[in-house]
């Protein structure tokens, strides 16, 4: 008898998100939740920043008009966190879709916020929250960073070694070579849109980046899953108040994709304006047959040559300590110099 692999179904998001509307944004994740497993999916992947939107402010003028639009209170405010009632209705819809959920959204912890993707089974129970290790370029004008624990791969007996990475942590040849030697098997590759100084900036556009999105398949032998959001005229209509930045961001730009083990795209893909999912259905069987031709972190490296140094310690920002003065009583210090 042979080993069985889990054979399933998974959507893809390609949608608009609520830009800057926290509750909208929870409404319209729960609804593409349930058609996701209406359509008997048992894995969704939404994309980079879906709740409540990617920033796209960031990219069209300077701080200081981004302050005075009131892009930044409104995008720190609709921003989630994880121990409000928000996110509690998204931990339940995925429980009562049953299925998993990889949903990527921006963090607010405290007086920061962070690019994460929050890792839901279908118990409703998290499985991972992790940060974007490093915010590209003008998105550090927005957000925090992770650290080494937000590289990790989560076994999982319904749908197999499922990982994720946002953005351009697939351009990050040292991070992805970290997933891939812990045997991941699904990969959740979080994109926000490609319509982003379209056409003078290629290495923002789709060929480029569902590029990187094939060859993380093909390096880690992995399959793929890669939600692209796409851009709303009603995001182009607020964030392009003057008409020469109509050519800084277009509407559209959704290239939602999914890749196999052996760099194939699975399924049909969306026209580039179109809302909806992605299905369909993965073999992990394949996993095998790929990695028999080149497993990037077994038969196929050379750790005698190349290795990678890995730290995956969760940094703390304040560690407490006490010195030993702080352990002895004042009535001992007394007793001791008498």
């Not at 069987?285 to 497993?295: E, P, S, T, W």
Request: charged share 20%; net charge negative.
């Amino acid at each position: 008898m042979g080993i069985e692999h889990p054979k399933y179904k998974v959507a893809v998001v390609q949608a608009a998100p609520a830009w800057l509307d926290l509750d909208a944004s929870i409404d319209k994740s729960i609804a593409l939740i349930r058609e996701a497993a209406e359509k008997g999916a048992r894995l969704i992947a939404f994309p980079e920043a879906f709740i409540p939107g990617y920033p796209w402010h960031i990219w069209m003028d300077s701080p200081a008009w981004a302050i005075g639009r009131g892009f930044v209170q409104r995008y720190f405010d609709n921003s989630l966190s994880y121990d409000s009632p928000q996110a509690e209705r998204l931990r339940d819809a995925v429980r009562k879709a049953r299925l998993t959920a990889v949903i990527g959204l921006s963090e607010r912890d405290g007086g920061s916020l962070y690019l994460a993707q929050w890792l839901i089974g279908p118990d409703g129970e998290t499985i991972a929250k992790r940060r974007k290790l490093r915010p590209t370029h003008a998105e550090r004008t927005v957000y925090g960073e992770g650290d080494g624990s937000d590289l990790a791969v989560h076994a999982r007996a319904d749908i197999g070694r499922l990982g994720a990475l946002c953005c351009w942590e697939h351009l990050q040849p040292l991070s992805k070579y970290a997933m891939y030697a812990q045997n991941e098997q699904v990969h959740v590759a979080a994109w926000p849109s490609f319509s982003l100084y379209d056409p003078f900036a290629p290495a923002l556009g789709a060929e480029v980046n569902n590029a990187a999105s094939r060859v993380y398949a093909v390096e880690g032998s992995c399959f793929v899953l890669a939600p692209c959001a796409t851009v709303s005229q009603a995001m182009i209509d607020e964030l392009c108040d003057r008409p020469d930045k109509h050519a800084l961001l277009h509407a559209g730009g959704g290239f939602a994709a999914i890749y196999g083990p052996d760099g194939s795209q699975i399924g049909e893909k969306l026209a580039p304006d179109q809302e909806g999912l992605l299905i369909a259905e993965i073999d992990l069987g394949a996993i095998g047959v790929a990695k028999n031709a080149a497993d990037p972190a077994g038969h196929y490296s050379r750790p005698d040559v190349t290795r990678l140094l890995l730290n995956k310690k969760r940094y703390q920002r304040v560690e407490q300590f006490a010195l030993p003065v702080d352990t002895v009583e004042p009535t001992d210090i007394a007793a001791a110099a008498s």
